[in-house]
Every structure is written in C-alpha cells, then in structure tokens.
C-alpha cells in the first residue's frame, strides 16, 4: 500500500516566522516529490518540485528531500497571511508516469 | 499557451444518475490524468490516458470510465451516482510518456454534489 502521511494541521504561525511542513512517504522506490497550495474551494496549485536529495529553493520556499528516510519538507519564511492555505504533498508512484499519490494535507493559518 | 480547462465548474446531480466531466488539455500535452477529491483529503488518481488509451487506474470501481479523444482532450463518465462521488473532480495533462516527469497542473476543477 503507497502511502503518503502529513500531519493534519491545524498549524498556526505568526506572520513573518517559518512555517516547516512535514511528510513522509511509503514507497521507497519514489523519484518525484510535489508541494501543491490550496485554497478553499479552489484547484491545488503547484508550488515546488524536487527529484534530487538536498534543498531546493524558490523564493521563499525551500523543498528538502532525503530519500534514505523516505522524508519530504516545505518552509515557507517570511510567512504571510495569503499564505493561509491546505498545503498537499505529492509523491509520483514509482515507475509510473505522472501517477501521484497525495497526502491529506496539512492546513497553515499565519495570523498577522 | 492554454492551461488545462475543465466543465462543468459546478453540477447537481441524484443519486443513480450518469454524469460526463470534460477536460481540455494544455496544448502540445497527449496525457490526461484524471482525479477524485473529497472534502477534506488528499486528491485520489482515478485513471489515466494517453493517446487515447487507458495508462493507468487507481482503486475506482468500473462504473468510473473514461475517453481520450485524437485532440487529446478526455471525458470522465460516473455511472450509477452515489452519494459518496460527491467530490471535486481534477483534470491534469502532461507532456507524454516519452518525456521525463513534468509536475502536473490541475485544471480549476469540477465540484459534483449528488443528492
């Protein structure tokens, strides 16, 4: 069973602080890992990518992957009210194309 | 360069019911994914097409079925509605099996509720 675990949430941080979002995942054999936003009511919207172990940042948004421990993480700095919002992780099946197992997600509230 | 579009946005249906969901795919892509989100999860992968071939099925029973037309484009068929289909149905498109795994983006999606 292909399993992708986030806490629930809710997570509430002070605007300006560091939000980390966690998730692991089952399927050791996994080479892709997504972090979508979204809002209520709205589609999820892609906000990171990463294939590779390390960090990868985009703006304020830094990706960590470490596959050893089968461990996928989101921080967000300088958080901001806009970024209230159910964060979901992603994880493509492996050897599957494009196929993605999600997490439940977890929701953020930055209150100002 | 279009995205991915989806219609209807909202629709009501009764249980027992049949209902189409469309999707248009972001041009140049030849893979629709199609996927299933209720309220409070994660979205689940439904199935997926490529050149207008079934590629792939997530744990939906058989009254879910779809079809991939020569523009790409695809349709999601639910059959027999229950009440638990109520959900937000995503479409995505990618590129193609030959190409390395591109992030997917979904389209704005399609809320059934089924009464």
């Known amino acids: 069973q292909k399993e992708v675990e986030q806490n629930s949430g809710p997570l509430s941080v002070p605007e300006g602080a560091i939000a980390s979002l966690n998730c692991t995942y089952s399927?050791?054999?996994?080479?892709?890992f997504f972090w979508y936003r979204q809002y209520s009511g709205k589609s999820p919207e892609l906000i990171m990518f990463?294939?590779?172990?390390g960090d990868k940042e985009d703006g304020r948004f830094t990706a960590q992957l470490n596959k050893a421990s089968q461990y996928v993480s989101l921080l967000i700095r300088d958080s901001q009210p806009s970024d209230s919002a159910t964060y979901l992780c992603?994880?493509?099946?492996?050897?599957?194309?494009?196929?993605?197992?999600f997490g439940a997600g977890t929701r953020l509230a930055v209150h100002p | 360069e279009t995205g991915v579009t989806q219609s209807p946005t909202h629709l009501i249906k009764t249980r027992g019911q049949q209902v189409t969901l469309r999707c248009s795919s972001q041009s140049g892509h030849n893979t629709v994914s199609w996927y299933q989100q209720a309220l409070g999860q994660g979205p689940q992968f439904i199935f997926q097409y490529y050149r207008e071939e079934e590629n792939g099925r997530g744990n939906f029973p058989p009254r879910f079925s779809g079809l991939q037309f020569p523009n790409y484009s695809s349709e999601l068929n639910v059959n027999a509605l229950e009440l638990d289909d109520s959900a937000l149905y995503l479409c995505?498109?990618?590129?193609?099996?030959?190409?390395?795994?591109?992030?997917?983006?979904f389209g704005n999606g399609t809320r059934l509720t089924v009464t």
């Open positions: 399927d050791r054999g996994s080479q892709s």
């Open positions: 990463i294939y590779s172990n």
């Open positions: 995505a498109s990618s590129p193609g099996q030959g190409a390395s795994n591109s992030p997917l983006h």
């Open positions: 992603a994880v493509n099946w492996a050897g599957g194309y494009n196929k993605l197992i």
